[in-house]
């Protein structure tokens, strides 16, 4: 009997995959690495990450501190103060400014940058925008994190060190990637970079104001504004808040997680339809100016 494993047809065969495997594995490492060093290169960025909902914490939340009552409601056992209520929000903030601006970093990356190439590379090219995303995810978990740690600093009571600290982690970690795809979907439909000013005005802020960040939804029903109401119920913004919300005081987050995941998975799954080059709707063949 012949032994396969001296026949090189075979040995390359079993190989191939393992190689392939690798491959990936290397493109993922290279795409995150690309984005760290970039991030660690602008000095700027996590200041003006950090500025916009530190200004809400520390002014706005504390204007409103002995005003707006947070009344005993879930995940709370007791009434707190309002910056314990919206520090969820905020960090959720992050995480959407964050993955909206990865929707103009990847539009100037298509056209001018890196990812011009590497969607010409041989790796799939759906593998190529989940290492974007990844990235993208990672930087803004990051990002939220020290956002969490000024606000502990400043003086607002949060569970950190428990296990919903870590559950928190995770609904950090999925609501990233969840508003991330949604910014690569995004970046399908933007043609030009200046594009994205109207991404802030009919995106980020109906998304953030229309959601659970600052007010709980009850509150929008007890003031008749039905219509909010009903939005914010089905934001997946708001969906993505009220996990980190309940993980963070170890409650049961309902259908949320569920949403967030759906949302992920449809939003992915519509941009790599849209950076298909055969099938994409509005696609980038019809620009003119994307990769083959």
Same mark, same amino acid.
């Given at each position: ?29 290279? *795409?995150?690495?690309?984005?760290? *060093? ?21 002014? /706005? ?10 009344? *005993? ?6 009434? *707190? ?52 995303? =990844? ?5 803004? !978990? ?24 870590? &559950? ?20 399908? %439909? ?10 802030? &005005? ?5 998304? %953030? ?31 993505? !808040?009220?996990?980190?919300? /309940? ?15 759906? =949302? ?7 941009? =790599?339809?849209? %950076? ?17």
């Amino acid at each position: 009997m012949q032994d396969d494993t001296l026949n090189p047809q075979v040995g390359l065969a079993q190989l191939a995959p393992r190689r392939g495997i690798a491959h990936a594995l290397q493109g993922l490492q290279a *795409i995150v690495l690309r984005e760290l *060093i970039k991030f660690s290169q602008q000095k700027g960025r996590l200041l003006s990450a950090l500025v916009r909902p530190l200004l809400w914490l520390a002014v /706005f939340a504390a204007g409103f501190r002995n005003v707006f009552g947070v009344a *005993i409601v879930e995940p709370y056992d007791t009434y *707190i103060p309002y910056d314990v209520y919206i520090a969820p929000g905020l960090a959720g903030m992050v995480l959407l400014f964050n993955g909206m601006q990865s929707s103009l970093a990847m539009v100037y990356d298509r056209e001018m940058g890196l990812m011009r190439l590497l969607l010409t590379s041989p790796l799939p090219r759906a593998w190529l925008l989940f290492c974007k995303l =990844c990235a993208t995810a990672l930087l803004s !978990v990051l990002q939220a994190l020290a956002f969490v740690i000024v606000a502990v600093l400043l003086g607002t009571d949060l569970p950190l060190l428990s296990l919903g600290g870590l &559950n928190a982690l995770l609904a950090l970690a999925c609501g990233a990637m969840m508003l991330g795809a949604l910014g690569l979907l995004l970046s399908v %439909y933007i043609k030009q970079l200046e594009n994205f000013a109207g991404t802030m &005005n009919f995106v980020i802020f109906p998304m %953030y104001f229309m959601s659970t960040a600052l007010y709980p939804l009850w509150k929008l029903q007890e003031s008749g504004a039905e219509w909010v109401y009903q939005l914010a119920r089905f934001n997946p913004f708001t969906h993505a !808040v009220e996990w980190i919300r /309940f993980a963070l005081y170890g409650k049961d987050p309902g259908l949320a997680p569920w949403v967030v995941l759906g =949302c992920l998975a449809v939003f992915f799954m519509l941009a =790599c339809w849209g %950076y298909d080059p055969q099938r994409g709707f509005g696609g980038l063949t019809k620009r003119g100016g994307g990769p083959p």
